[in-house]
């Protein structure tokens, strides 16, 4: 199913809204985390990838974890290209004096990092990930967790507009709640010292998975129905040859 248009541009202050939420309605659980934006830049850039989708997925341990793939104009996951994971998550790698992870003031918050309150930058780290181990950390959630969405999209031009911004070495996501207390996701650049910028383009209103989900990839469903879906469709190719 391909992705509806959509504008996924929001104020900081609804942004910071949505995400304070979360951390209130959830105070022992991840705010985050981040991914470097020359990797993620790279799953953009692949042929005939149109949007980003992220998937929730649990490692080993139980701890979350984001999966992040292309979608193509069709709304179908590009499992077979550039896969990302091994987020640095948030605690610790926070940016404390920000809006979307503080509840001071906007004016607060500014002149803190103006006096040098500025948090850990994020070291180099390889997210790339195999899709094998990918699909197993995205099915262990959809197992393990059932209030939840599978995951969201957002179109590739908002997201490579939001990395490119002069100085933004990274994108870092915020879980969040919308006012019907529904899952959300905040997206934002971080700058070479790992603070957000909040100062530029703020990201929200993901296309949800469900119901705009890539159905038979290996990271929304089991082996055995992608195996299925492959068997139905062979005929079909063949016909056309």
């Known amino acids: 199913m391909a992705l509806p248009s959509r504008n996924h541009h929001i104020t900081l202050a609804a942004a910071a809204l949505m995400t304070r939420r979360w951390r209130e309605s959830t105070p022992d659980e991840e705010k985050g985390g981040a991914f470097h934006a020359d990797q993620v830049l790279e799953l953009l850039d692949q042929p005939g990838c149109a949007a980003l989708r992220y998937y929730h997925a649990l490692d080993e341990a139980g701890k979350p974890a984001l999966i992040l793939v292309g979608v193509d104009v069709e709304g179908a996951g590009m499992s077979d290209g550039t896969l990302l994971e091994f987020h640095f998550p948030c ?3 926070c940016s404390e004096w920000s809006e ?39 099915r262990r959630f959809r197992l393990r967790v059932r209030d939840r969405a599978k995951g969201g999209a ?17 994108l870092r996501y915020y879980h969040a709640l919308d006012e019907a ?8 650049g971080v700058n070479p010292v790992g603070a957000d910028m909040t100062d530029g383009i703020v990201l929200e209103f993901s296309v949800p998975c469900p119901p705009f989900c890539g159905e038979f990839s290996e990271l929304n469903s089991s082996s055995r129905a992608v195996a299925a879906a492959e068997r139905q469709r062979v005929p079909v190719l063949a016909g056309l040859e």
Do not use: W
């Open 154 to 170: 957002f179109h590739a031009d908002q997201v490579r507009e939001l990395l490119e911004q002069p100085a933004c070495v990274a």
């Open 100 to 138: 979307l992870n503080s509840s001071a003031s906007p004016v607060a918050a500014r002149i803190a990092r103006r006096f040098g309150a500025t948090p850990p930058a994020l070291p180099p780290r390889d997210h790339h990930i195999a899709l094998e181990d990918a699909a197993r950390m995205t």
């Open 181 to 188: 207390k529904q899952y959300a996701m905040v997206l934002v």
């Open 91 to 93: 605690p610790p790698f």
